[in-house]
């Protein structure tokens, strides 16, 4: 069994991408109990929540309590999205360890979502990295560029526009641009192409892939994405959240089939995927009758299955026999 | 737009795999529809049946009616799969262009699924090649090497178990050896590992990709062939049929999304996305109540999308405009 750390960081986006796009509320207590479990499974990334005002998503209204919470948690970084230099304030009071800003590569999506095209949208990244600087200045500001794949508003998105985006982020201070496919339309050979380039523009600077699930092609892009050298993922517990267009199309990857597809392939996440599918019951308890996607969760593990770093589950899952021809 | 050859084949299973998995019966009218549909789309090769006893499965006992149907649309591979040579026998005598053969990897598989090992099934294959080679010798013969990536009886299953049994499928005679993931175990690395094995050990005569989606990594692992050179692919409209153990898991790889992915990656399937959607209609009728997969269907194409060969959708099928943070 490796002591060495995992190859590839999964960031649990869940409590904030998942809780945001359902309309009920879960109890603050539940939430807790949640982030406790993804924690306990392994993860050390997990988006929390957004500093949104209250009256926008009240999902998110005790977003602060949460943080404070999950920072106590040992050797988990806890993140928070935050829209603008406001949100960004409270997030720093709460106690963040990082901060994301979506910035979207289509000036449509960027209007239509926050009020600001791109390049007003880079204006108050700088502000929010000048503002972590002086108040908190281990806290790290990373910018997920949304739509950097397609736009349901203006269709394709030009690649050149999303380096340009990436390149003007890295000069307002960033410490990571990573790339959404916020719509779902992604394709692996895009994917491998746009993620060589943010490398070849920004270096070690380029950073997470956020990708969805929308038309099933979620895990493909993520294989796609780790073979040219990405090493964050981020993914959503059930796949809740995201841009859930379609019944049985859930929106964000769904990271226990992710954490699977990577520990097959002898790739470590660190995450237990026993842990990580028990944890489920938290969600399920603080979101009674929500509808979780995943289909590992469903189908056990493969027999025979062992972790990348050599751990064999503690109950293996056998499935049953199968008769049939072919 | 290009008039060359479609750079993959999309070989439909569905009306053998799926149609054998169901309980119920499609009656034969519904089942000529579907394949008219089906090859409609630019469908060039459908597994239209297997032959097997009707009283084991009475899904198929039409199914030499079947072939003589499918056998007069033009530019079509009429498949069928057989178990043995008393089957290969009633399909030749129905006029089928291709047979697939099923051999497992796993003895236990194979004991349990056809009562023979995968030695005595090697026989049967030698048999059955040198039948067609009497009866009708332009019909190709192609060995599915089923349990390739692992099996639910006897868990692992060794990579030199399955490349000895393709020398072995080779020195019987056959076109073609494929790999089936019957089981859903497979992962993108053991995919690219095997298939670059099989492709090292018989050459040009490494067939088919059949691989599973019981969790979800069924996109992924046909990227991963894709990648070291495999060009022909089962898939199965709807995601019908294979191994669903899970709700929301179908067994097979769901052909719409299959033909999404490449031609969203620029690569040619010869395929047409909206008649293919369409055909779902004639599945449909003829299997009421039945569940069907598959993300495309449910959330049409992407804003912009274009055919790898060019062509633009007939009509668009707009998204909903997003108005979420990320």
New interface residues.
């Given amino acids: 069994m490796s002591t060495a750390p995992p190859s590839v960081l999964i960031s649990e986006v869940a409590p904030r991408?998942g809780l945001?796009?359902v309309a009920r509320t879960m109890p603050t207590a539940a939430k807790l109990a949640w982030i406790d479990a993804l924690h306990g499974a392994g993860l050390r990334e997990i988006e929390v929540g957004?500093f949104?005002p209250a009256r926008r998503l009240p999902q998110m209204a005790d977003v602060a309590e949460v943080v404070r919470h999950a920072s106590r948690l040992p050797e988990l970084t806890v993140m928070a999205?935050v829209?603008n230099l406001r949100g960004a304030e409270a997030a720093l009071a709460a106690g963040v360890h990082k901060l994301?800003v979506?910035v979207s590569a289509s000036a449509a999506?960027s209007l239509?979502?926050?009020r600001k095209t791109p390049e007003q949208m880079v204006d108050e990244v700088r502000a929010i990295v000048a503002l972590c600087k002086e108040r908190s200045p281990g806290v790290m500001v990373e910018a997920?560029i949304?739509t950097a794949f397609?736009?349901?508003?203006q269709?394709?998105v030009p690649e050149d526009d999303v380096l340009r985006l990436a390149e003007a982020l890295l000069r307002a201070g960033v410490d990571e641009a990573g790339l959404?496919d916020?719509?779902?339309?992604a394709?692996?050979?895009?994917v491998r192409r746009l993620f060589l380039r943010l490398r070849a523009a920004i270096g070690e600077h380029a950073g997470a892939a956020?990708l969805h699930?929308?038309?099933?092609?979620g895990?493909?892009n993520?294989?796609?994405a780790y073979?040219v050298g990405v090493r964050t993922f981020d993914a959503s517990q059930g796949g809740i959240g995201g841009?859930p267009?379609?019944?049985?199309?859930s929106g964000n990857v769904?990271t226990e089939?992710l954490v699977?597809?990577f520990e097959?392939?002898?790739?470590d996440t660190g995450v237990d995927l026993e842990r990580l599918t028990a944890a489920r019951a938290a969600l399920v308890q603080g979101l009674p009758g929500e509808a979780l996607?995943?289909?590992?969760p469903?189908?056990?593990l493969?027999?025979?299955f062992t972790y990348a770093d050599g751990r064999l589950p503690a109950r293996e899952a056998?499935?049953?026999?199968?008769?049939?021809?072919?």
């Fill in positions: 991408d945001q796009s957004s949104v999205l829209p994301t979506p999506h239509a979502n926050v997920g949304s397609g736009c349901t508003l269709g394709p959404s916020t719509t779902g339309m394709n692996p050979a895009q956020h699930n929308t038309r099933g092609l895990l493909a993520c294989l796609a073979d841009c267009y379609a019944p049985g199309a769904v089939d699977l597809m097959a392939m002898g790739v996607y995943g289909m590992t469903e189908a056990g493969p027999k025979g056998l499935l049953p026999t199968t008769e049939r021809l072919a």
